[in-house]
């Protein structure tokens, strides 16, 4: 069952998760790593350490997967791909030691370098893409920045411990420079590259930063080091292919069949974010929108939020506990069922919540913050409770998506992937009617990027087909999904608890 495989592996904000599909593109074992960022001198981080036990234990928990499943050990990979939170900034010196911690795509301190770039560059420039965290730290004159000889992304750092190769995909390349005919855009480059001068930063953004690949290049293979370094019992042996290592963005489209031009998908986790490809460019640039692209290179609109399902994580942990204390082993699988489901009979009029782990550009919030309100009116039953939390969670998605809505971009469907969508479907009602678009789930709904980034591994053997036409027809063709329709009432009710969150935001910042 494990011959003739291919291994896709992404480092999420909260677990790292190692999934294995076979030669028809279905998931046959999946692993699991859970991890959490560091809050070390006013930055979001995960250390080294960190990165290597969370690759070795998502690795370890995939192979005890195929023992319980197969008993056997996994025969045959024929190829892998990495993927990893978008964004953030990791610098190097010429030997590859890291400069300073890993500054991830949750850290905010780059306000004043985003805002100069995003006007000498006349393009957004969000503050968690890498060349506003390397300008800041130019203009911070932070004491390393002389040493600095390459900077990448987490994908990037982790495909290069495990190939030896310097290389991103495109889509992960888009979050870090704008891109344009496949490559940074050279003109955007140059005016940057004098800015920096400017400042005293006297390398260039090209020599510094990865070699762009499209998705279906060969990106190296298996180093002997790194496949010691995944997996130190021997499993894997070195020589297996690389596909270009991609943002989660990027799998997120994959895994849902979203690359195709006027199609979109939300990935809902820790963040979450809708894309969408486009057939023209917007009117104009808005600092509520990134443009990155597919993995193969086509334009995308895409609008992040920094949260997501933290909120919903924080509460079900809270019941957990209270089970453990009452003596009680909780299945928390079936808790986050039960919060899900319970919240399709709730009403969530007069209650409203806030769930700011981090701070929410696309808002205004600047800082963490988290407060769940009240009106003596309604009854906190677990069934309203949740579905305020739910909706919550896709709000500030909402502010962006308007936007897009006004741009003219028409969206005939969005696919949904990630554990918000996993669950009982109320996750994907609520989008349905937050967007007024039919959303679709999957077999790959739950699996999110990893399984995207395990296609985009066997993508690397049938390059002489299109991206689109190969998760098309190959892989998607014969799989069951599920519509969920918005309804009028539906609409009605979200965008009657949309006004009130709108409304109270002026609460949160005032208090931030």
């Not at 490809?277 to 920094?306: F, R, W």
């Not at 309804?487 to 949309?498: C, H, L, M, Q, V």
Request: glycine share 10%.
């Amino acid at each position: 069952m494990t011959e003739k495989c291919y291994l896709g592996i992404e480092l999420g904000s909260t677990r790292i998760k190692a999934v294995l599909i076979n030669e028809g593109f279905s998931p046959v074992a999946a692993g699991v790593f859970t991890w959490e960022n560091r809050f070390e001198n006013g930055l979001f981080t995960y250390s080294e350490a960190d990165i290597k036990t969370g690759l070795q234990g998502a690795f370890a928990s995939l192979c005890a997967d195929v023992k319980e499943k197969f008993n056997e050990e996994i025969k045959t990979v024929k190829s892998i791909c990495i993927s990893a939170m978008m964004h953030g900034f990791l610098a190097f010196d010429k030997e590859m030691k890291l400069l300073t911690p890993f500054r991830t795509w949750r850290n905010v301190n780059t306000e004043k370098a985003a805002a100069i770039l995003s006007e000498k560059l006349e393009l957004n420039i969000p503050l968690r893409w890498s060349a506003a965290h390397l300008f800041e730290a130019v203009i911070d004159n932070e004491d390393y920045i002389a040493k600095i000889d390459h900077v990448t992304t987490l994908a990037g750092y982790v495909h290069y411990l495990l190939t030896g190769e310097k290389v991103l995909g495109i889509g992960d390349a888009s979050g870090m420079f704008p891109i344009k005919n496949g490559e940074y855009n050279f003109e955007k480059a140059e005016i940057f590259n004098k800015i920096l001068a400017e400042n005293g930063f006297e390398k260039k953004l090209c020599d510094i930063f990865p070699r762009i690949l499209s998705a279906g290049e060969n990106a190296g293979t298996l180093s002997n080091s790194g496949a010691v370094y995944l997996d130190p019992t021997g499993i894997l042996s070195s020589g297996i292919p690389f596909a270009p290592p991609e943002g989660d963005a990027g799998t997120g489209m994959t895994a849902t069949n979203s690359v195709s031009i006027n199609t979109g998908n939300i990935s809902a986790g820790t963040s979450v974010f809708a894309m969408a490809v486009l057939e023209t460019p917007l009117k104009q640039s808005y600092p509520e929108i990134d443009m990155v692209t597919t993995p193969d290179g086509e334009a995308v609109a895409m609008v992040h939020c920094n949260n997501c399902s933290g909120e919903i994580d924080t509460w079900v942990n809270l019941f957990s506990e209270t089970l453990t204390k009452m003596g009680i082993t909780p299945d928390i699988g079936k808790l986050y069922e039960t919060f899900f489901t319970s919240a399709n009979s709730g009403n969530a009029d007069g209650l409203m919540s806030y769930g700011f782990l981090s701070a929410e550009p696309i808002a205004g919030i600047t800082d963490g913050i988290e407060m769940f309100i009240k009106s003596p009116q309604n009854s906190l039953n677990l069934a309203n409770f949740s579905k305020a939390i739910l909706y919550s969670a896709i709000c500030s998605l909402k502010i962006g998506m308007d936007i897009l809505a006004d741009e003219g971009i028409d969206l005939k469907k969005i696919y949904g992937h990630g554990g918000y969508f996993k669950s009982g479907g109320f996750g994907a009602r609520a989008a349905a009617n937050a967007f007024g678009v039919p959303v679709i789930t999957g077999v790959s709904a739950g699996e999110g990027g990893a399984y995207g980034a395990a296609l985009l591994a066997a993508y690397l053997h049938y390059n002489g087909t299109k991206l689109d036409e190969f998760l098309a027809k190959k892989v998607f063709a014969n799989l069951n999904e599920t519509v969920f329709e918005p309804t009028d009432d539906g609409i009605k009710e979200f965008d009657e608890y949309y006004g009130r969150f709108i409304a109270g935001l002026h609460i949160i910042r005032e208090n931030n």
